[in-house]
């Protein structure tokens, strides 16, 4: 039973570029959580999709954007690439019926930008 | 002020120390709570969840209390393998989805 998998697992890109990670959830989940987790901080809430909407989303610009297909994976697109951005992209994922229940994490995707 | 507010760190303690994290949270429309554990430069993985009646996991005990929006996890006689940042996390169901807002993590080291 696969978990969160996440891709790719590095990535360095430069200021102004334009960067797309991926995530598939846990085998039985069908809503997906990203998250942004700089260097020495907790990591914040970016948005979260199920039926392929935005569900949620927290308090990131619009550089900052997503989308779910049919088989609940999900992708996490960045635009305008800013030194700020470089941090630990997580990709977290639920089960609509139980949204009091803990998410579960992938590996992550470490971003840095030159 | 922020959402999840956590003691700051480092705590550095011998083995089988008894150690303390406390936690607090601003939302009082959180519904539930949960510690995470996370190693330098990984995932964070849950520990546990906690509830109002108080909850233990071998040497792990969570506790909640939603009156004073207070969270704490007490770990006995620590392992060096105890050693990561503990994260305290919170969750809010609204709008037909949910959202986890995490304190900043407390850093445990356990030492020889």
């Known amino acids: 039973d696969a978990g969160v998998t996440q891709s790719p697992t590095h990535l360095i890109k430069t200021r102004g570029q334009q960067v797309t990670l991926r995530c598939s959830p846990k085998?039985?989940?069908?809503?997906v959580s990203w998250y942004q987790q700089a260097l020495g901080q907790g990591p914040q809430f970016i948005f979260q999709y199920y039926e392929e909407e935005e569900r949620q989303r927290g308090n990131f610009p619009d550089r900052f954007s997503g989308h779910q297909f049919p088989n609940y994976s999900s992708e996490l697109n960045v635009n305008a690439l800013l030194l700020g951005d470089s941090a630990l992209y997580l990709c977290?994922?639920?089960?609509?019926?139980?949204?009091?229940?803990?998410?579960?994490f992938g590996d992550g995707t470490r971003l840095s930008i030159l | 002020r922020k959402e999840v507010e956590q003691d700051p760190g480092p705590f550095n303690v011998p083995e089988g120390a008894t150690v303390a994290f406390n936690c607090t949270y601003s939302?009082?429309?959180?519904?539930?709570f949960f510690w995470y554990r996370q190693d330098c430069r990984k995932e964070p993985k849950l520990l546990m969840s906690v509830y109002s009646s108080g909850n233990e996991d071998g040497r792990f005990t969570a506790q909640l209390n939603r009156a004073s929006q207070y969270i704490s996890l007490l770990i006995r006689d620590s392992k060096l393998s105890d050693s990561a940042t503990y994260l305290c996390v919170v969750n809010k169901i609204t709008g037909g989805g949910n959202k986890l807002t995490f304190g900043t993590g407390t850093q445990l080291k356990v030492e020889l």
């Open positions: 085998s039985g989940h069908d809503t």
């Open positions: 939302n009082s429309a959180s519904q539930s």
């Open positions: 977290a994922s639920s089960n609509s019926d139980s949204l009091n229940q803990p998410q579960h």
